[in-house]
């Protein structure tokens, strides 16, 4: 059972450059969200989805957007990468935002020079 | 808005003791509190979740209390090992239940 899956696992950018983000999970699970992990912040919410078809702002959305065109799939897109977000990525999913755990992949490493 | 602190960054302690780590939020009191554990270069792994009408949840040598007065968590690993060395990270959904807080996380560091 492979739970969530990220693809790539580094990547190095230039500054304007654009790149997407990948994240699977296997676990039929409705919930899907993208952090980013920058030392001494925590993990940050960037965008959410709630199913299929739906996407939402989180805390730290600007210069991404994300899309859910299948349930066990949700893309990050960065159209013009600023140095700004060079940071690691993290998907995670969750059958809902009740009271169940979220399951991590084991994030991205992005650098953008 | 909502915050959630935890207060030490790094706690040092010695193989067979008790680590105790705390996580404090403010502003509003969310009905459950979750705590993960996540290893360099590692996603966080889910460990526990106490409801705000639990006191106290226990997964073997793991316990955790849910103190809404004092708007207080503290998270307990009982006879620690070195395996134990770690950042563990508190979370709380936010008031308007759409997402999960995460605090900056404790690293602990267990020696033998």
Redesign the interface.
Known sequence: NAG?TQTPKFRVLKTGQSMTLLCAQDMNHEYM?W?RQDP??????IH?SVGEGTT?K??VPDGYNVSRLKKQNFLLGLESAAPSQTSVY?C?SSYS?G?Q???????TRLSIL | SQKIEQNSEALNIQEGKTATLTCNYTNYSPAYLQWYRQDPGRGPVFLLLIRENEKEKRKERLKVTFDTTLKQSLFHITASQPADSATYLCALVNQAGTALIFGKGTTLSVSS
């Open positions: 969530v969200y952090y001494g912040m925590g993990l940050r919410l959410y939402a989180g805390e993290f995670a935002m009271f755990p979220q399951h991590f992949g084991d994030g």
